[in-house]
């Protein structure tokens, strides 16, 4: 957990010393892009990139199938929350980044009326979504902002050497 | 040294082997339509009562007698038990027991409310269901979600002894019933999702002493089997037959899941049980050593075995090298019918993958293998010629496939038919020895599944496929059916569609009439012959509970849990409001959500 943790908090500071930079890519109208090759919006945290033919970026894309294996048991497919945990796709509403990832990482649990409780795992251990962490959450906050009103998205075409690396060095790590 | 163990393991059970007690005891109550002192009604899982005061001609007169509140949020499976004049009722996490007095308006007599650490309730993927009590000699069993099996006294609710039989931090959890046998409780677990390497295990009924343990996979001395006498459609399974069909040491991560509802027969003194899914969901991590694809050996399979020793009589696996999520854990449903003419001891299964199976329960020949739902598209059907080299396996189609040769990965794989939940999951189906026929809770859903791959952290979920859900296209437009099945045939009588998955156990009746629950909240009752409906009323929240029968001071009265949740909550609350599936059958049904509500109640029914 401490690992992925310093991993995050490094992608950050890379991301938002990268966020102005010379970074040659200038596809994204107001986005930029980090060494991973993910959209970033000015404050240099991940976001969705969706083109005009209405496909999205590859990490969009990748957070629709990791969330579909490792969330929607719980969050219901989507994003659009089940009988048992809520509408992350309503939650990313008002839900950072940066409390996104700690959540995810660390687990909460909320008490909840008459005694009960429900309870978000800590999934720091898990690489098979912590590795993907920026995805799931790009592809969450496009299903809140309505930019993806549902269902799989078209990707971009071509999948980038970069985000291929950086998920093989995450997984192996 | 395995061997030596295994002899071993035969002596000490022979030795141990004394005569059927608690066994006489559930015998006798079952036998005994007043009373319903099993989960299932009785050993054969028949889920049928001989009782026939409501009847086709007067259940639309059917009332509600009295309700009670769980208190409980999540999805409420199984149903209550009735010994005597006292109603045990149990509920989801945090598995609260009720003893409720029948002769003082359902009075509490006691509550048993266990302390369990909250972090189980994550690593129940899919809602923190309960399948609910087993009673035997004056005492209940409750299966705790944390994996502790309590014995509890009947009378007072005072804890008789406890025995911890997994570990949730490795992601084993206890979602079923448990089926008590002579004087062994048998206990199964989940956990199939997180390569859990799952088992049944008995423990003695008067101390909780564990007594055995098979495993669903590995060496033959952790799965009781015998290499000789346990046999797979009629031949002996030979030596290691199980670590022959993995690929270096992924059986130890095996899955095989064991919570689905166990059967038994007396006169083979054997129970029945099917394994799950082989974690992971990508197949392409699970091929062996050539890159081809490989049988997975005991995932999927229906076990015949022995209650006092564990050894395992018979097997079949029905789903070779799964591709799809098509766990093989649904009841076991035993009844003495016609097949092709012949009076047979049949096994018959609804299975996952939506084939119905029946077998000789004492051999386990495969006798019908055919789709109980005409959506069914992954196999052209099973190879029934017992001199084929194929013999019992499915052909699966190409189109079907998300291992594609080794080249599934990162493909989604689209419109297999049925979904990963099956054509039914655990919701249990009704035999009607009346009309011979079997009455079948069914899904309608096709799925989109994409695998790809995973690394195994042990506690954390092992899935490795995103996949999509929808109704079956090109039909009624709704997720599921209720039918009539003949098992001796294969074929399906009559079909009833619902908008939603069927999620309830059914109840077959003395009196003519078959009962089940939607998950929108109707309980329903329907005739036996064609499936019309006579009557439906609508509980506080969806049914995912199974209907059941008793008498009380003469009067028959029907009850159901109703509480939403479960995969069912999960999978399908918000499944049919995707814009962007257009399959043209979706228009008329918005979300679950906009038809039910959480809650556990139990609802009684009596005729006025």
Avoid at chain 2, 25 to 42: E, I, R
Avoid at chain 2, 305 to 332: C, H, K, L, S
Avoid at chain 2, 449 to 460: H, I, L, M, N, R
Wanted: net charge neutral; hydrophobic share 35%.
């Amino acid at each position: 957990m401490k690992k992925f943790g310093t991993a995050l908090i490094a992608t950050l500071l890379l991301g938002s010393s990268l966020s102005f930079g010379a970074v040659a890519q200038t596809v994204a109208v107001g986005t930029d892009k980090d060494d991973k090759s993910k959209y970033i919006d000015a404050k240099g945290e991940p976001i969705y990139k969706k083109f005009d033919d209405g496909s999205f970026d590859w990490y969009t894309f990748n957070g629709f199938r990791r969330y579909h294996a490792e969330c929607h048991v719980c969050h219901g497919p989507e994003g659009k929350g089940s009988t048992y945990a809520p509408a992350l796709a309503d939650s990313l509403k008002t839900m950072g980044y940066g409390d996104f990832v700690g959540v995810v990482a660390s687990g909460r649990i909320v008490e909840l009326s008459g005694g009960a409780k429900s309870v978000m795992p800590a999934l720091g251990d898990n690489k098979n979504v912590m590795c993907y962490v920026d995805d799931i959450f790009v592809y969450l906050k496009a299903r809140a902002e309505g930019a993806l009103p549902g269902g799989r998205p078209k990707r971009e075409v071509e999948r980038s050497q970069a985000s291929q690396d950086y998920e093989n060095s995450c997984l192996k790590g | 040294m395995r061997k030596s163990a295994l002899t071993g393991a035969l002596l000490a059970s022979v030795a141990v082997s004394i005569p059927a007690m608690a066994n006489e005891s559930v015998t006798k109550l079952t036998a005994d339509p007043n009373q319903w002192a099993m989960q299932s009604g009785d050993y054969f899982n028949q889920r049928y009562t001989k009782l026939d005061q409501i009847n086709k001609d007067n259940v639309k007169n059917l009332k509600v007698a009295w309700t009670f509140s769980t208190g409980v949020l999540r999805g409420h499976e199984g149903g209550p038990l009735v010994i005597g004049n006292v109603m045990y009722v149990h509920t989801p996490f945090p598995n609260i027991v009720f003893a409720l007095d029948l002769d003082q308006e359902a009075k509490i007599i006691w509550k048993y409310e266990p302390k369990q650490d909250p972090s189980v309730i994550p690593v129940m993927c899919c809602d923190t269901v309960n399948r609910g009590l087993a009673y035997a000699d004056g005492i209940i069993i409750l299966n705790q979600a944390d994996t502790n099996v309590v014995a509890l006294d009947a009378k007072s609710g005072k804890e008789l002894w406890k025995a911890t039989n997994a570990d949730p931090k490795k992601g084993e959890t206890h979602t079923g019933t448990t089926l008590i046998v002579n004087d062994k409780v048998l206990v199964g677990v989940s956990g199939a999702e997180f390569g859990v390497r799952c088992h049944v295990t008995a423990y003695d009924l008067k101390s909780g002493k564990r007594v055995w343990r098979a495993y669903s996979m590995g060496p033959d001395a952790d799965l009781l089997i015998d290499p000789v006498k346990t046999t797979n459609l009629g031949k002996p399974v030979g030596t290691d037959s199980s670590l022959k069909t993995w690929n270096g040491d992924q059986w130890k991560i095996g899955g095989g899941s064991t919570w689905g509802w166990f059967s038994y027969d007396k006169e083979a003194n054997l129970f029945y049980y099917g394994t799950g899914n082989p974690s992971t969901w990508n197949p392409a991590q699970r091929a062996g050593p050539d890159g081809k694809a490989i049988d997975q050996l005991y995932s999927m399979t229906i076990f015949a075995r022995n209650p006092d020793t564990g050894m395992a009589a018979w097997v079949y696996q029905m789903t070779p090298f799964d591709e799809w999520d098509y766990d093989g854990i649904n009841e076991m449903i035993l009844a003495d019918i016609d097949v092709k003419g012949k009076k047979t001891p049949a096994l018959v299964h609804f299975d996952r993958n939506g084939l119905g199976y029946t077998l000789n329960r004492k051999t386990g020949e495969l006798l019908v293998a055919e789709k109980y739902d005409p959506a069914v598209n992954w196999t052209s059907g099973v190879d029934m010629d017992p001199k084929s080299a194929r013999y019992g396996r499915p052909t699966v189609l190409p189109a079907a496939s998300t291992f594609k040769e080794g080249k599934g990965q990162d493909v989604n794989a689209k419109g297999i038919c049925p979904a990963a939940l099956g054509s039914k999951d655990q919701q249990p189906a009704a035999f009607s020895p009346r009309t011979n026929l079997f009455y079948v809770p069914t899904n309608h859903v096709c799925m989109d599944y994409e695998p790809f791959k995973v690394s195994y952290t042990a506690g954390q979920p092992y899935v490795g496929a995103t996949l999509s859900m929808y109704p079956a296209p090109n039909s009624h437009g709704g997720m599921g059916n209720f039918i009539a099945w003949d098992a001796g045939t294969g074929k399906i009588v009559w079909s009833k569609p619902e908008p939603f998955s069927v999620w309830s156990g059914a109840l077959a009746t003395g009196g003519g009439v078959v009962f089940y629950g939607t998950l929108e909240g109707y309980f329903k009752a329907v005739d036996e012959k064609d499936g019309k409906e006579l009557y439906k009323f609508k509980t506080p929240s969806g049914i995912i509970g199974n209907a059941m029968s008793y008498t009380h001071k003469g009067k028959q009265y029907v009850a159901v849990l109703s509480g939403v949740g479960g995969w069912a909550g999960i999978g399908l609350a918000a499944g049919l409001t995707n814009p962007n599936d257009g399959l043209g059958a979706v228009g008329g049904y918005a979300g679950l959500r906009n038809y039910t509500n959480l809650g556990g109640t139990l609802t009684v029914f009596t005729l006025p």
